[in-house]
């Protein structure tokens, strides 16, 4: 058995590294198997003030949230890059529609004053095209539809967890 030093604030339990043991409020005696994992205030709770091991179902269940929270931010990784990247395809170029794109398309749509007025465009490949305002509207419109379609299935995907 060794002795895990722990200083109880509140409602955590902390536990500390032996040299600051005089710091503590609490002491428990665990096995050296539990002693050696049981470092993070996380597998402490405090029952009436003081602090007790949590159960191995409670660190179990503490598990399962810890890895859906890891598959939600790796989802979320996998959705910023994909708008990140984003691109669609309108009378045969490819045109990004990246979020940080479509401020270029709201500024250019207020500027163009008809459908016929046109303005030449950097595509995907950093080659350039003539489109009017109808085009920059229709290519605007797709990029939104492109992104709700990635962001839809995040949400499915977060939902599926």
């Known amino acids: 058995m060794k002795i895990r030093y722990i200083q109880v604030i509140g409602d955590i339990a902390k536990p500390l590294v032996d040299h600051k043991a005089n710091q503590a409020t609490h002491q428990l005696n665990l096995t050296n198997a539990k002693y050696d994992a049981y470092v993070n205030y996380t597998y402490f709770k405090v029952v009436e003030g003081a602090p007790v ?5 409670e660190l ?3 598990a399962v949230i810890a890895q859906k929270r890891n ?3 790796a989802l979320r990784e996998e959705r910023d890059e ?3 990247t984003s691109t669609v395809t309108y009378d045969g170029s490819e045109f990004q529609t990246r979020p940080s794109d479509l401020i270029n398309f709201t500024t250019m749509l207020t500027l163009l004053q008809n459908d016929n007025d046109s303005i030449v465009w950097t595509l995907a490949d950093d080659s350039e095209k003539t489109i009017t305002k109808a085009d920059l509207q229709a290519i605007y419109l797709l990029g939104l539809q ?3 379609m990635i962001d839809k299935e995040y ?3 977060v939902r599926a967890l």
């Open 82 to 84: 994909k708008l990140g």
């Open 60 to 62: 179990d269940a503490m």
């Open 71 to 73: 598959a939600k931010q």
């Open 53 to 57: 091991a949590k159960t191995k179902e």
């Open 146 to 148: 492109a992104g709700a």
């Open 155 to 157: 949400r499915d995907a």
